[in-house]
């Protein structure tokens, strides 16, 4: 992490990385998570929670333009799960980094954090569970976050359906 809250959360090349994204989508360019993959990320993130006997999940796919691509709630997931799993994602996607590191983030910086959950009008949740997803190619595609549990196991859940889509899960470690 950065020692002040101006410092930006990544450097070198993750930068260039974040940077490159953020022009391809500016442009119209960046390569997007499809329907077909995000549909692989959510079955096989539930499979796992339920291999785990996790409660009740909620899963966001969003693209890497922030819009949602594909979600689920399962029965009986608590009111709240679809703004959470919404808000791991946008905030991931946001700050070009995984929820993890913006927990971090807000234990060493919580002023800072606590006005980007503002300005991002709630749509950040600073634990872990917001996944940046990427390509082969390292290209930023879009995000899942994740909703139901402790935030290691949302997390994990996150990380296998992912992974299950053969694409790069980026937790922000």
């Known amino acids: 992490m950065t020692g002040t809250d101006t410092e930006p959360l990544y450097s070198g090349a993750d930068a260039r990385a974040h940077n490159q994204s953020v022009l391809q989508i500016e442009r119209g360019l960046s390569p997007l998570i499809t329907l077909s993959e995000a549909r692989t990320v959510v079955h096989h993130a539930l499979q796992y ?38 808000g791991k994602a946008h905030g991931a996607l946001n700050m070009g980094v995984g929820s993890r590191a913006l927990a971090a983030r807000a234990e060493d910086h919580p002023h800072f954090v606590n006005a980007l959950v503002g300005l991002a009008d709630g749509n950040l949740v600073p634990v872990p569970g917001g996944i940046l997803v990427r390509n082969e190619s390292g290209d930023i595609v879009g995000a899942v976050g994740v ?7 949302d997390e994990a859940c996150a990380i296998a359906g992912i992974e299950a889509a053969s694409l790069k899960a980026d937790p922000g470690e």
């Open 49 to 86: 929670a339920r291999e785990q006997e996790l409660p009740p999940m909620t899963i966001a796919v969003l693209d890497a333009s922030g819009s949602l691509v594909a979600f689920v709630r399962e029965d009986r997931s608590s009111l709240l799960r679809e703004r959470i799993a919404r």
């Open 147 to 153: 909703s139901g549990h402790l935030p290691d196991a």
